[in-house]
């Protein structure tokens, strides 16, 4: 009977332990791995998995949303004097209207090679991964895959990647 009591007790403890660690991985927090996704925009198809090996900026932004529209053109300017190589901008906007995101992205002069929109298929699933229901967000994504900062500063920015 105690063996079996004791069995029950350790699988129940094994169970809330992975359970705890799993979910805790995906949070789109400093230090953790960033969740997956695709992007897409008239030429190319992305997915931040392809990224490994150098910092990626994800910048979420919407029409909608000025501040985000704002921060997305201060990480468009700093990130065209960077090296490709070591760094990529990834500019996700959310919004469903395919030819407005155009229309943006033109009217912005934003570098249309950095702007992807989420298809409408994962789109919900990418907001709740990184947590966008509660504002737009931006994540520093290290070469290995992990969430080094959150809503970076150009100042935050140039000292990690000048380490």
Not at 106 to 126: H, K, M, P, T
């Amino acid at each position: 009977m105690k063996k079996t009591m004791m069995l029950i007790v350790l699988f129940a403890v094994l169970v809330v332990s992975v359970a705890a660690y799993s979910g805790r991985v995906y949070q789109p927090v400093d230090g953790y791995k960033a969740p997956g996704f695709s992007v897409c925009n008239a030429d190319t198809s992305l997915s931040v998995a392809n990224l490994k090996g150098r910092y990626v900026l994800v910048n979420f932004w919407a029409s909608t949303d000025a501040e985000s529209r704002i921060q997305n053109q201060e990480y468009d300017s700093f990130c065209q004097s960077l090296s490709q190589e070591r760094f990529c901008l990834l500019s996700v906007n959310v919004d469903r209207n395919e030819r407005l995101f155009r229309e943006i992205v033109r009217n912005d002069n934003l570098n249309a090679e950095a702007q992807f929109r989420v298809d409408e298929s994962c789109l919900s699933r990418v907001a709740r991964d990184y947590h966008l229901t509660k504002g737009l967000r931006s994540f520093l994504i290290d070469p290995e895959g992990r969430i080094v900062a959150t809503n970076p500063s150009s100042s935050t920015l140039t000292q990690v990647l000048s380490e």
